[in-house]
């Protein structure tokens, strides 16, 4: 794999969307408790749109799906991936990621936001509207709710990132992804690798997200690499009272191939004071399988606003 640098991959992505490259800068912010929240500010002014990805992801998921879009927009790396510090505790949960998201909203947005959540991000985004309302102005979160099934989609990501943590090229990294159906294209598959990883001192590549560390540690002990106990504990007091508190409107983005069933987004519908529903048909990772097609669902979002 070449080498390069985190914005390489634009002009090629930018080209193939038939825009131009917008202004993009990586942003960073010191929380209180001296970890870093690193982002990427998309455009000249100041944001309408800030997006949270899911576990094992980073700010760049969004990128292809922020061209089609264009308009000015915030990608957060939630703690523990991408740029972003890892927590001591790998308490990696939306009620624990939610003052973070919100101390980037602060600091670099100056009006509430469409916040957009996949996955992680979505039950994140959730989090934030229901303990900080007045900085989100509406929710879409794409293909997660509290009721998920782990012994599906989710099952098949540990078992991806179980293995070694630490490899000597890129390319064996993404070998493994397209063995395990994940990346899609080869091209694909090494813009997400490349974004999704580093290289040590030593010269070993590892990925950059604590999750793989975590998945790796439980595995090599013999443990339930499902869930860190850290995180298990806080999510056994959580569920779907963040959904219930959000008074935004949420579309809810559900993949027909995805990690969410009828009957869950059913009740998310239940549960919320104002949700709807669109079904799209990709599997989970909606916005790396057709950003063109999610894309124009927020424009309608922010047409709504």
Do not use: C
């Not at 939630?78 to 890892?86: E, F, Q």
């Not at 991806?160 to 390319?171: H, M, Q, V």
């Amino acid at each position: 794999m070449p080498e390069t640098d985190e914005f390489s991959f634009l002009p090629a992505q930018a080209a193939a969307a038939g825009v131009e490259v917008p202004r993009v800068e990586r942003v960073g912010l010191t929380l209180p408790d001296g970890r870093t929240l690193s982002g990427l500010r998309w455009g000249e002014e100041p944001p309408r749109v800030t997006l949270l990805h899911g576990a094992g992801l980073n700010a760049h998921t969004w990128d292809t799906t922020l061209l089609h879009l264009g308009v000015p927009a915030l990608a957060v790396d939630l703690a523990g991936h991408g740029d972003s510090s890892w927590r001591d505790d790998a308490a990696y949960v939306g009620r624990v990621l939610a003052p973070d998201v919100a101390a980037a909203l602060e600091a670099w947005t100056d009006r509430p936001q469409v916040l957009v959540g996949h996955s992680l991000g979505g039950l994140t985004a959730a989090a934030v509207a229901a303990s900080r309302p007045e900085l989100v102005e509406r929710v879409v979160i794409i293909d997660i709710t509290p009721g998920i099934d782990p012994s599906g989609g989710p099952a098949q990501l540990r078992a991806f990132f179980a293995g070694p943590t630490d490899w000597a090229t890129r390319d064996e990294l993404v070998d493994k992804a397209l063995a395990f159906g994940l990346g899609g294209a080869r091209s694909a598959a090494e813009r997400g690798v490349f974004l999704n990883t580093r290289v040590r001192p030593d010269g070993r590549v590892e990925w950059k997200h604590h999750f793989a560390h975590l998945a790796a540690a439980a595995a090599a002990a013999g443990a339930d690499t499902s869930t860190p106990d850290a995180v298990r504990a806080v999510l056994a007091s959580t569920g779907w009272d963040d959904i219930a508190a959000v008074r935004a409107p949420i579309l809810f983005v559900r993949a027909d191939r995805g990690f969410v069933t009828a009957a869950d987004a059913d009740e998310l519908v239940r549960q919320a004071a104002d949700a709807r529903v669109r079904v799209v048909p990709t599997a989970h990772n909606v916005q790396e399988e057709d950003p063109a097609g999610l894309a124009a669902l927020l424009r309608e979002t922010l047409t709504a606003v």
